[in-house]
């Protein structure tokens, strides 16, 4: 009788139990020891890839604000008051693909999180007044970001890489829209209406719960939640024919930044493509890859170099960055990144040294977690 092959090795250590409610709410439970202290994470599958209609660019970020400004059973004030009381950790983030909404509370008042936060997801409530003030905020930190030279680079990389999709403008939306946004206070609450439902979002708790009462009690307080979500018309980026190489200019003082993005596939987790390339990162641009020895060791020609795919719900850009000491050295740390990448092309890596890298990132995410449970 032949043996059966091994299982596969366990990477995340603790189960994960899914449910998926009537409403199409999917909720993640991870139960885990750590010590009454529990994480609560609303992901909505939406951000900059959702915003396809012309002139309405940064609104999922928007409603990242929007979010704290209360409802009429909570106001804003009565909800941060709630927030204070329960010494809990509250915020949130929007990126290409999502919005993710954060909490990390004591095991006790899980319950009461889930009460307010289903509550301000089924019923957002803000004035015109509130909304134009908010409007006014999200400018301000857009002009604050124009003030990073990282961010000033990035934003024009985008737009010269994505042409027809919607990855072409950030998070943060075309400064032209978020300018006039003060005046799209109707289209606010159709946005809302059409991104947030719950068949477009996933709940996720861990740490320090019972399964079967976390599913209880989230069905009680999301099930009234009504569907209604709308997907988004996204236009396909048309294959990029040649390379597109732009120099973008700053106001202010920086040392000469390089962003090189070479289209990537979509990110998928059982795709070996796309984990092959999580490794080519590592291997030709990390810390132990040849051109980081050479370029920022021993000729110091670069503050950094670094690679990374996007992990984009479509076809992202896989990059590459670095900071050049002297702006002479431009051309030539270009032509080595060039001979780094062709390099990896034509020779295969070794075992041995895939192996060690493989190890690397392995220990290295579970270092990850232990760390942020001893935070907590």
């Given at each position: 009788v032949a043996a059966k092959p091994d299982a596969p090795a366990k990477i995340f250590p603790?189960?994960?139990?899914?449910?998926?409610?009537?409403?199409?709410?999917?909720v993640v439970v991870v139960p885990m020891p750590s010590d009454g202290l529990v994480s609560y994470r609303t992901v909505v599958r939406t951000g900059a890839r959702d915003e396809y209609e012309k002139g309405h660019t940064g609104f999922a970020h928007f409603f990242e604000h929007m979010m704290f400004r209360g409802t009429e059973?909570?106001?804003?004030?009565?909800?941060?008051?709630?927030?204070?009381?329960?010494?809990?950790?509250?915020?949130?983030?929007?990126?290409?693909?999502?919005?993710?909404?954060?909490?990390?509370?004591?095991?006790?008042?899980?319950?009461?999180?889930?009460?307010?936060?289903?509550?301000?997801?089924?019923?957002l409530s803000y004035s015109e007044e509130v909304f134009q003030t908010e409007a006014g905020a999200v400018y301000g930190e857009y002009r604050k970001n124009k003030a990073s030279p990282g961010f000033v680079l990035y934003e024009a990389v985008r737009k010269a890489a994505f042409s027809k999709h919607t990855y072409g403008h950030t998070a943060m939306g075309y400064v032209e829209d978020i300018k006039a946004m003060p005046t799209m206070y109707e289209y606010s609450k159709r946005f809302?209406?059409?991104?947030?439902?719950?068949?477009?979002?996933?709940?996720?708790?861990?740490?320090?719960?019972?399964?079967?009462?976390?599913?209880a009690d989230i069905e009680k307080y999301y099930?009234?939640?009504?569907?209604?979500?709308?997907?988004?018309?996204?236009?396909?980026?048309?294959?990029?024919?040649?390379?597109?190489?732009?120099?973008?200019?700053?106001?202010?003082?920086?040392?000469?930044?390089?962003?090189?993005?070479?289209k990537g596939d979509a990110y998928t987790d059982d795709d070996p493509v796309y984990a092959?390339?999580?490794?080519?990162?590592?291997?030709?641009?990390g810390?132990?890859?040849?051109?980081?020895?050479?370029?920022?060791?021993?000729?110091?020609?670069?503050?950094?170099?670094?690679?990374?795919?996007?992990?984009d719900?479509?076809?992202?850009?896989?990059?590459?960055?670095?900071?050049?000491?002297?702006?002479?050295?431009i051309d030539a740390v270009l032509a080595r990144i060039d001979e780094a990448v062709i390099e990896y092309i034509r020779h295969p890596v070794s075992d041995?040294?895939?192996?060690?890298?493989?190890?690397?990132?392995?220990?290295?995410?579970?270092?990850?977690?232990?760390?942020?449970?001893?935070?907590?």
């Open positions: 603790y189960e994960m139990h899914q449910k998926t409610l009537d409403n199409g709410l999917q059973k909570y106001p804003a004030d009565k909800y941060g008051e709630l927030v204070t009381k329960m010494g809990s950790d509250s915020n949130a983030y929007t990126s290409t693909d999502r919005t993710v909404y954060e909490f990390d509370i004591a095991a006790e008042d899980l319950e009461t999180v889930m009460e307010i936060e289903s509550d301000r997801f089924m019923n809302f209406s059409r991104y947030y439902r719950p068949e477009n979002c996933t709940v996720i708790v861990a740490g320090d719960v019972d399964k079967d009462k976390v599913f099930s009234p939640w009504k569907k209604g979500y709308k997907a988004p018309r996204i236009t396909k980026e048309p294959r990029q024919r040649k390379e597109i190489r732009i120099d973008v200019p700053y106001e202010g003082q920086t040392l000469p930044m390089i962003s090189i993005g070479y092959a390339s999580i490794l080519l990162a590592d291997l030709a641009f810390e132990t890859s040849k051109i980081h020895k050479e370029l920022v060791l021993e000729k110091q020609m670069v503050q950094y170099i670094g690679a990374s795919p996007a992990m719900r479509d076809p992202g850009l896989w990059g590459i960055w670095t900071v050049v000491n002297d702006p002479k050295d041995e040294r895939l192996a060690r890298v493989k190890s690397a990132m392995k220990y290295g995410y579970l270092k990850i977690g232990r760390a942020s449970c001893r935070e907590r």
